[in-house]
Nanobody, 115 residues
Framework: VQLVESGGALVQPGGSLRLSCAAS????????MSWYRQVPGKERELVAT????????NYVASVKGRFTISRDNAKNTVFLQMNSLKPEDTAVYYC?????????WGQGTQVTVSS
């Protein structure tokens, strides 16, 4: 299993970013996917999840209405569209999948929201 995130950057408050996670090594369309984020010194936080078919999503309260998780099963990729970014969204964002009882993480991509 390999998960490779991209799209992180430095952005001003109120701006937007789109994160991507390219997956390989497993049948992507059969698994729900998630995005987490982590700030140094704090626990990793679940941000958003999406079902294998993409027909249901869930978000942590702090990002509802601003972030959208989606997926393209033909391209084995999951996305996180982030709008109206706030300084408190600054974190390393990780892609996640649980397969056969094992947890798999990407290497993370840094998102910094600052003026």
């Amino acid at each position: 299993v390999q998960l490779v995130e991209s799209g992180g950057a430095l952005v001003q408050p109120g701006g937007s970013l789109r994160l991507s996670c390219a997956a390989s090594g497993f049948t992507f369309s059969s698994y729900g996917m998630s995005w987490y984020r982590q700030v140094p010194g704090k626990e990793r936080e679940l941000v958003a999840t999406i079902t294998s078919a993409g027909d249901s999503t869930n978000y942590v309260a702090s990002v509802k209405g601003r972030f959208t998780i989606s997926r393209d099963n033909a391209k084995n990729t999951v996305f996180l569209q982030m709008n109206s970014l706030k300084p408190e969204d600054t974190a390393v964002y990780y892609c996640f999948v649980r397969r056969w009882g094992r947890d798999f993480w990407g290497q993370g991509t840094q998102v910094t929201v600052s003026s």
